[in-house]
């Protein structure tokens, strides 16, 4: 081993603390990513053409701000809002620091993949559910999120797998994590075993959220 991967064995701390602050990253993100991203999403679909709430001049505002924020790339973004960065959290650099830009960049993209798992719930239930009198926060609740949940689940996942990727992007410019040690120490200091050797380790955690995303997905599926 000493031969192959000569430079991981005398990183071993390096990487346990990596892997942490990508998991952090990840999940703290999402967590935040995934509540805003729920109101947008939801937002988006009542109130399109068609929708239980419909409002034309509303539904184009969200679409197009969700438009706007999905477009702009992410190692941009990094930078464009670095003094909100700076401004909420006190620092542009560090592990905290990047959740800022995480969320910001994550979030409606989140939404978009909400609204489009809504979609498919069938039309047929939920004029099932207004014709029994159900307000419109009770279809929401019951109907949309209910009968969506299996594909809301699903997006979740690929959510969470394209933060870690972000990750990566984002320790570019030192936020720390995997994607910091594959940049600054494996790529900066051609020790192509670091660099491989956080590959495999994002790799093995995209597995694991896949494997449990879909078992879950499954599992309320009706």
Do not use: C
Not at 164 to 185: C, E, N, P, Q, Y
């Amino acid at each position: 081993m000493n031969n192959i991967i000569p430079n991981v064995l005398q990183m071993k701390g390096q990487f346990v603390q990596a892997t942490w602050e990508t998991l952090y990253m990840t999940f703290a993100s999402a967590i935040v990513a995934a509540f805003l991203g729920l109101l947008l999403g939801v937002a988006l679909i009542i109130t399109q053409p068609g929708g239980i709430l419909e409002d034309g001049v509303l539904y184009s505002i969200l679409d197009k701000i969700t438009n706007l924020l999905r477009s702009i790339p992410f190692i941009i973004l990094l930078a464009v809002i670095s003094p909100l960065t700076q401004f909420l959290v006190g620092t542009t650099v560090g592990t905290t620091a990047s959740l800022v830009p995480l969320v910001v960049g994550i979030f409606p993209f989140y939404a978009r993949q909400v609204q489009n798992a809504l979609l498919d719930v069938d039309r047929g239930v939920i004029e099932a559910a207004q014709s029994m009198g159900s307000s419109p926060l009770e279809i929401i609740f019951r109907v949309y999120l209910k009968e969506g949940l299996p594909d809301i689940i699903r997006v979740s996942t690929l959510t969470i797998i394209s933060l870690i990727g972000l990750t990566t992007m984002a320790g570019a410019i030192g936020s720390g994590g995997l994607g910091d040690v594959a940049i600054s120490i494996g790529y900066a200091r051609f020790e192509n075993d670091v660099t491989i050797f956080s590959m495999i380790i994002i790799l093995i955690l995209v597995f694991v959220i896949q494997f449990v995303g879909d078992y879950v997905a499954k599992k309320f599926e009706h």
